[in-house]
């Protein structure tokens, strides 16, 4: 059994449909609200969307198609992100003044303009994955913040814990 990914209800034949632009699994019912997304078979060369999951069970080897669904929530991308850290622009100024440095010659040393890097200490602009690595690797400093909240403390006792999202807000009568 799958379950929908919309309404939540398990259903034994998911249809794959595309609503707003989004790939999702889900129920008979459901499935009136977007278009049925058709795809190759996993054999061929090219399928017409990639995101598809036929076309990644095809190298997989089990039964499963996913492995983070038998025990816990779904991966996110988002997880294996780092956050900047809140005063990334203050660590930066820092750095280049610990090291006698002025904007132009930090500008210099890491190949960016000077304008980008006095955008950036005024905390103007976020730098660039490639900008941060840079600054981090020049300056010698760290620019992301340690995780204040991970996921387990958003379980509050885990999925047995029979709490749900309306037993968390107060309603306003």
């Keep these: 059994m799958v379950q929908c990914e919309m309404c939540g209800a398990e259903t034994a034949s998911p249809k794959t449909v595309k609503i707003e632009g989004a790939e999702l699994q889900v129920c008979a019912d459901c499935a009136e609200f977007g278009t049925e997304v058709t795809t190759q078979d996993a054999g061929s060369t090219s399928t017409k969307y990639s995101t598809s999951s036929t076309g990644k069970s095809g190298s997989s080897s089990g039964g499963s198609t996913s492995s983070g669904r038998s025990g816990g929530r779904r991966r996110d991308l988002y997880d294996e992100m780092e956050e900047l850290a809140e005063d990334y622009d203050t660590r930066i100024r820092k750095a280049r003044e610990g090291a006698d440095l002025t904007q132009e010659e930090l ?67």
Excluded at 149 to 160: C, F, I
Aim: aromatic share 2%; charged share 35%.
């Design 107 to 173: 500008a210099n040393e890491i190949n960016e303009k000077v304008s980008l890097i006095r955008k950036i200490e005024h905390g103007d602009i976020l730098p660039s994955d490639d900008v941060q690595s840079k600054l981090e690797g020049y300056l010698g400093i760290v620019l992301t913040a340690a995780a204040e909240a991970s996921d387990e403390d958003w379980d509050s006792g885990g999925a047995d814990s029979g709490l749900t999202l309306g037993d968390m807000v107060e309603r306003k009568d």
